[in-house]
Structure formats: C-alpha cells, structure tokens
C-alpha cells in the first residue's frame, strides 16, 4: 500500500512537472469565460517515439521531428557495441517497441523494450548463443545499494536503459504502449 502511495505521489508531482512553468500548483490553467474563471487540465505533449543515443547517454521523446523531452540515462555495464547474448550487460541497437508496463518491479517503474527482434534472434542462433531478454526502460533500483551518485552518473544496469525516478515516471506517463523505440550507438 505504501508503495502505491508513494507511485501516485510521484505521478502527481511529474504531472505539475509536465504541465510546465507558470502552472503553479495546479494540473488546470485558467481559461477566460465571459469575465468569470474557469479552469482546464492542462495538456500534456504528444510523442510518437522514443530515441536512445547511446553515446551521448541521452532518451529523446518525440513527436515527429521535434524534441518533446529529453533525459539523461544510464546503459548497461558494457555500453558500447550492441547486445548480442544474454549475460554480454550490453544495451541492445535496433528498432523494438515499449511492450508492457510493470509498476511493481524490483526498479522504480519499468517499460519492457521488444527485444529480441527477428534480426536477434537469428544472429543470436547463428551464433550458438541465448539472445537474452527483459531489456527494460526503468527507474533506479527500490533498494538501492550504491550512492545516489553513482546511479546518477554511471552506466550499472545489465543491459537496460535506467534514468532517475522523476524522469521515469514523465517518461511512463508521455509514453504508449507499443511506442517504437529506436536504440542507436
């Protein structure tokens, strides 16, 4: 119970943070109504993909060509080169999509990536290896055994692509299920 207590919290507050500057305490923005005031929600943007830049360590949230939000992530152990088998704590490269939402993991909120695809699978039987799996976009770990620090600066997951819990919940609530998401080098 806690737990979700301390999720919705976190929504609540990502959503003041979407809805930008100037809307205050509030998730509605003032309308002019014949002199009196009434009050909207305000919208939150619109994306339509996800980019991952692996080497500039960055997730980018867009909507056709423009940028909706950008933030900082960490990859996996071995960040560079993509994730050819299972154990490798390599970030995957390819075109997935964000597959299923999981609000209790062992991570502040996760989002499964599609990954294997076709092209990984077959690379992965070519090669005599298990092609692995549960690569997810997610939050810090819930019991932390570092330094805040560390999960800030460094790249530490297995082969997933983690940001801080406030980024985790904007991108949870910006992003669809079956979104494409796009990991380059």
């Known amino acids: 119970m806690l737990r979700r207590s ?3 919290a976190a929504l609540c507050a990502a ?4 809805a930008g500057p100037g809307a205050g305490s509030s998730l509605i923005a003032p309308v002019a109504d014949g002199g009196a005031r009434a009050y909207e929600p305000a919208e939150l943007p619109s994306a339509d993909r996800a980019v991952v830049r692996k080497s500039e360590r960055r997730l980018y949230l867009m909507s056709g060509d423009r940028v909706v939000r950008s933030y900082r992530i960490a990859l996996g152990l071995v960040p560079e080169g993509s994730k050819e088998r299972a154990g490798d704590f390599r970030t995957p490269e390819g075109v997935y999509q964000l597959t299923h939402r999981n609000a209790h993991s062992d991570y502040f909120l ?3 990536v599609s990954y294997p695809n076709a092209a990984d699978l077959q690379r992965a039987r070519r090669n005599r290896w298990q092609a692995g799996g549960s690569i997810m976009v997610h939050g810090w770990p819930n019991s932390l055994r570092h330094p805040p620090d560390y999960y800030a600066t460094a790249d ?3 082969g997933c692509i983690a940001m801080s ?5 904007e991108f949870w609530l ?3 299920d079956h979104m494409p998401i796009e990991i380059m080098p």
């Not at 959503?15 to 979407?18: C, D, R």
């Not at 819990?165 to 919940?169: I, K, Q, S, T, Y």
């Open 6 to 8: 301390c999720i919705a």
């Open 15 to 18: 959503s003041l943070a979407v």
């Open 110 to 112: 996760s989002i499964q």
């Open 156 to 158: 530490w997951t297995d």
């Open 165 to 169: 819990n406030a980024d985790m919940v």
């Open 174 to 176: 910006l992003s669809r």
